[in-house]
């Protein structure tokens, strides 16, 4: 563990990660595209996203598709709330023959959170979303709005909001 703590520290330091204040992690845009998608925002811009035994992704929702790709370190649950209550569990990881995925997809619109598995160090990720991302189109996941919205997941909304 001691290792993967030290991992961590080293690629916060060399991607020039910085915390990111609500939703948890850490962070860094990488990259905005020039060309302009038809809303007249960037076609895409994308993010390094890190966490690690201390932080996870809370709960959020973006007005815009996301999609996360799995670069190295442990394995993390994103849960995807759905707008009709619909709840999706997906394990980003390396380890394919035990049915990981390197790749998600994330609907404009869900609810979505993720955390390392248990006994997990840190896990990085590449982040883009089409069109580039807005803080504007960002909304925080209230754990009491949630659980009023969607009762059904009290473990799972409770576990990822902070």
Known sequence: ???GKQA????????????LPEEGGYFRRQY?????HVSGKKLC????????G????SLHRLGSEEIWNFYRGDPAEQVLIYPDGRCEHIILGP????????????????????????GGAYALFGCVVVPEYDPEDYTH???DRLLRQYPEHHAIIRAYTN
């Open 95 to 118: 380890h394919l023959e035990r049915g990981e995925v390197l790749t998600s997809v994330v609907p404009a619109g869900v609810w979505q959170g993720t955390r390392l598995l248990d």
């Open 45 to 52: 811009s994308l993010i390094y996203y890190l966490i690690d």
């Open 8 to 19: 961590a520290r080293e690629l916060i330091s060399q991607l020039g990660l910085l915390p």
């Open 32 to 36: 905005t595209s020039e060309n302009e």
């Open 1 to 3: 563990m001691v290792e």
């Open 141 to 143: 996941g209230s754990a």
């Open 54 to 57: 201390y932080s996870f992704s």
